[in-house]
């Protein structure tokens, strides 16, 4: 997968509560997970993106103008830490 970076800055690190909050928010909590799932769907994947880089934005006072920041970020914290969280008994 190619990452694209915003005119060569280096993307922050998204804050992890938030992140962990779009991940939880978006899978069913209260359905134990299959044992030994590491990924998700892309569909499933693309809109805890979208919650994270939302949180990301809220965090920030939604500043205009950092929206692709905000998405980078959020996909990946998301990509580190989702099998994390998926690998969680």
Do not use: C
């Amino acid at each position: 997968m190619v990452r694209k970076r915003l005119n060569n800055a280096r993307v922050g690190v998204a804050p992890r509560t938030a992140i962990e909050d779009a991940i939880l928010e978006n899978i069913d909590g209260s359905k134990p997970l299959a044992e030994g799932i590491t990924q998700v769907d892309p569909e499933l994947r693309h809109e805890i993106i979208a919650t994270a880089a939302y949180f990301i934005a809220e965090q920030r006072g939604f500043a205009p103008g950092h929206e692709e920041e905000d998405w980078y970020r959020a996909e990946a914290a998301v990509d580190r830490q989702l099998p994390r969280l998926l690998a969680r008994d």
